[in-house]
């Protein structure tokens, strides 16, 4: 997948390389964006995010691109994944959502 080509829903994706690269000298844009762009694909193919409305996947991309810049990226998603079983806020199927997290660290392996 190359970087137009990002589904609609992981454009959040590289915005978030692109501020990470910005705010982090060390960090190289280019391979921030070839990172970001290699979960993306990783996570749609894998149909991470498969059932899920609209709303809740843009909250759980959402919450996916602050867990990858995490100092512990698996335990941040794993927090995630409990966080919004037992204050889903507005989720429509914090359920869903939860088993989204947890499948998204397995298909990235974190």
Known sequence: MQPGQVPA????FLAMADTVARERPEVDAALAREVFLEAATLLHNGLALDGLDPHDTD???????????????GAAVRR???????????????????A???VSASILQL
């Open 9 to 12: 829903p992981f454009e959040p």
């Open 100 to 102: 989204a997290y947890l």
């Open 59 to 73: 909250a759980v991309v959402a919450g996916l691109c602050d867990d990858l810049v995490s100092d512990d990226p």
């Open 80 to 98: 995630h994944s409990e966080q919004v079983l037992r204050k889903p806020g507005e989720l429509h199927d914090p359920e869903a959502v939860s």
